[in-house]
């Protein structure tokens, strides 16, 4: 009997993925100023960046990555717990810690590997892990990784959230949840997971990857603005691709608990510490971050006037309050049609097609930042209600 082919198996899937209108590229970013970019010769205006703030291009913070680089180097040269861990990453924990009232934070390089360190790291087999269905990958895969019972909500349904864990009061359990869905934008019902999970004994686990910088005094996340503490969300994960215009995650939590993710957690353990320049930039971030209280507050205008502007127009955006406002298409063939004619018309934005979303949700995920003006707005709505009565209303 012949072994199966390799070559067989990445031919048949690259074809499946061309049936299905689900293969991606990268497109190659040759310049970025602000809200404008040069996508492989051509002049855009970006709708689908994170960098909410627009600190990705931070005075503050590009001063403090050039002179630590300077002085430092560039790389950490070795895993946190060998010879990786910095002053300027102790540094940068005290600080995020002192920030968001936990007692503890722990720095890694990347918010995927930060949830899948503290899943891999607090379960393990016979233990329950209930996650909404719209949670970001990381957190389902950091829960398969565990090999705990992973049971999936209907999103944001908290009753049913409370059936899940109460299927098995036997099982030490964890419950986690986005803040802001990346691909929804929409909050999470965060003061009743808080209360289920304490009503259940379960450890509450929020990222907060879309939330902080956004919202919540200081910007200090949804949960924050929700009027919860670090008693009532035991673990609290912070990706900074976001709003923090950079790279990295934190790790929040008691003293205790940080402790035990240092100690045993494969993915924390096993990896490079991240560039003790980056730490230093992100302390500078940090610090511009608490004090922008106006950019929030023109970002939350931006938001208003994108909503006001795509109701008048009938365009069929999803129920968010975020920067982010998905414009729902279903087919995949739609969603790259309409992709296609925005940046015909100058504007880029995404076409978000499974994985990343349900089959027949596929979308354009529109991204609001406090760099863009109302102008700039008004003429994306304007191309979105253009194209779409050229596609018309077919598949």
Not at 27 to 55: A, W
Not at 373 to 385: E, F, P, V, Y
């Amino acid at each position: 009997m012949l072994r199966p082919c390799w070559d067989e198996r990445l031919a048949a899937a690259a074809v499946r993925r061309e049936g299905e209108q689900a293969s991606r590229r990268r497109r190659r970013v040759e310049q970025v100023e602000g809200r404008r970019v040069r996508v492989e010769g051509r002049e855009l205006l970006n709708f689908c960046s994170n960098d909410y703030l627009g600190l990705a291009a931070s005075p503050a913070g590009v001063a403090a990555l050039q002179q630590a680089a300077a002085q430092h180097g560039l790389g950490s040269a070795g895993s946190a717990l060998v010879c990786g861990h910095h002053a300027l990453h102790a540094r940068f924990e005290r600080e995020a810690a002192e920030w968001l009232a936990y007692e503890r934070a722990l720095f890694l390089p990347s918010g995927y590997q930060a949830n899948l360190m503290v899943l891999q790291g607090l379960l393990t087999a016979g233990d329950l892990c209930v996650q909404d269905k719209l949670n970001h990958a990381c957190l389902i895969d950091g829960a398969r990784l565990a090999g705990a019972e992973l049971r999936r909500y209907r999103h944001a349904d908290t009753e049913a959230a409370l059936r899940q864990l109460q299927a098995r009061p036997e099982a030490l359990a964890l419950l986690a949840s986005d803040s802001v869905f990346s691909m929804d934008g929409d909050l999470a019902p965060l003061r009743a997971l808080a209360g289920i999970a304490a009503d259940e004994q379960a450890l509450l686990l929020i990222d907060e990857a879309h939330g902080v910088g956004v919202f919540g005094p200081e910007g200090r996340g949804a949960c924050a603005a929700a009027g919860l503490s670090a008693q009532q969300v035991p673990v609290l994960t912070v990706p900074l691709g976001k709003a923090f215009g950079a790279q990295g995650a934190l790790v929040l939590g008691e003293a205790a608990l940080i402790d035990h993710l240092l100690q045993s957690a494969r993915p924390y353990l096993f990896s490079t510490a991240a560039l003790p320049a980056l730490a230093a930039a992100l302390s500078a971030n940090l610090h511009s971050l608490r004090q922008a209280d106006d950019r929030r507050e023109q970002l939350q205008q931006r938001v208003r006037h994108f909503r006001e502007g795509a109701k008048r127009r009938g365009l069929p955006v999803l129920d968010s309050t975020s920067p982010i406002q998905p414009l729902l298409l279903g087919a995949n063939a739609r969603a790259l049609a309409l992709a296609a004619a925005l940046e015909e018309r100058g504007y880029w934005v995404s076409a978000i097609r499974p994985p990343s979303v349900p089959t027949g949700q596929a979308r354009l995920r529109i991204t609001l930042t406090v760099q863009h003006r109302h102008a700039d707005i008004d003429g994306l709505l304007d191309a979105l209600a253009a194209s779409l009565d050229t596609l018309g209303t077919g598949p």
